[in-house]
């Protein structure tokens, strides 16, 4: 566990709590070149016009009571991923697996799954929307991203999150997903370890997925091995951002 991310636990846990820091690392984030200039350089109609209906309020998806959680919940995509990576991780039930946290930060991060688990956590049960036309409410516990790279710190420049997946999707390219860094700060964000009170299942991304509440399902990357931030994801897979964007979808793919 490095120095930093203990001194940010005690400082959360004391006064602020952890809402109060994503929010307020929001509006520091609302008023940088860094958000104005994603927001310049926005294509898509839907993103900038969420965005300008929203404001900089960034409204919380809707929280469902425990009682409404989904007895079934389907598994989508991969659900065994084949690389040698991920089944070496597999084997040791996730003991030796570490996420790395690498890109526009000031201090790269190696985190264990014991480490993520010692953090402040957040639970929240919501509504996962697949693109296929299929809907599922679940619980999830996980970090809040925005604390890991509030502790990574970030430099100059970084725009987007990317999530380096540990599957090749149907044996082809590997799965990746990217979000910007008003969602990556958004306090719903979370990199998950549990759902529904338990650790993640395989089938459901083990050890560790994203949960990005405002947006479809193939954003919410299974099986994350790294964070990387970025300025642009043009140089990653086919450039559009995503495993799925860069065969069609959109980028983003708000609800
Ligand atoms: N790494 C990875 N993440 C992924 C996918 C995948 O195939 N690989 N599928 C996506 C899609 S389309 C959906 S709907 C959800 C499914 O999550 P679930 O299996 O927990 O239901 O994961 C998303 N994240
Ligand atoms: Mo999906």
Redesign the pocket.
């Known amino acids: 566990m490095s120095t930093p991310l203990i001194t940010r636990r005690r400082a959360l846990i004391g006064s602020v709590g952890l809402v109060g820091l994503a929010l307020s690392g929001c509006d520091k984030l609302a008023g940088s070149d860094t958000v104005q200039g994603i927001i310049a350089v926005e294509e898509k109609f839907t993103h900038t016009s969420q965005r300008l209906l929203l404001g900089q309020k960034a409204p919380l998806a809707h929280e469902f009571k425990a009682s409404d959680i989904s007895a079934v919940?389907?598994?989508?995509?991969?659900?065994q991923p084949d690389t040698d990576i991920y089944k070496r991780a597999q084997d040791d039930n996730f003991a030796t697996w570490k996420l790395q946290v690498f890109g526009l930060v000031k201090k790269p991060m190696s985190l264990s799954l014991a480490e993520l688990r010692a953090l402040p956590a957040r639970t929240q049960i919501t509504r996962?929307d697949?693109?296929e036309g299929w809907s599922a409410i679940g619980g999830w516990t996980g970090v809040p991203l925005g604390l890991l790279i509030q502790a990574a710190g970030m430099q100059p420049g970084a725009r987007y999150a990317v999530f380096h997946?540990a599957?090749n999707?149907d044996g082809g390219d590997p799965?990746y997903e990217s979000i910007d860094l008003i969602d990556a700060f958004h306090p719903q964000t979370l990199l998950a370890y549990a759902m529904n009170g338990a650790p993640l299942t395989v089938?459901?991304?083990a050890p560790l997925r994203l949960r990005v509440e405002r947006q479809l399902?193939?954003k919410?990357?299974?099986?994350v091995m790294g964070v990387e931030l970025v300025s642009s994801f043009a140089h990653l897979g086919k450039g559009k951002g995503g495993y799925w964007e860069d065969n069609g979808y959109e980028w983003y793919a708000g609800i």
Do not use: E, L, P, S
Not at 73 to 79: E, I, L, P, W
Not at 220 to 223: D, I, P, V
């Open positions: 919940f389907k598994a989508n995509g991969t659900v996962h697949c693109v997946c599957d999707y799965y089938a459901h991304g399902g193939y919410q990357a299974k099986y």
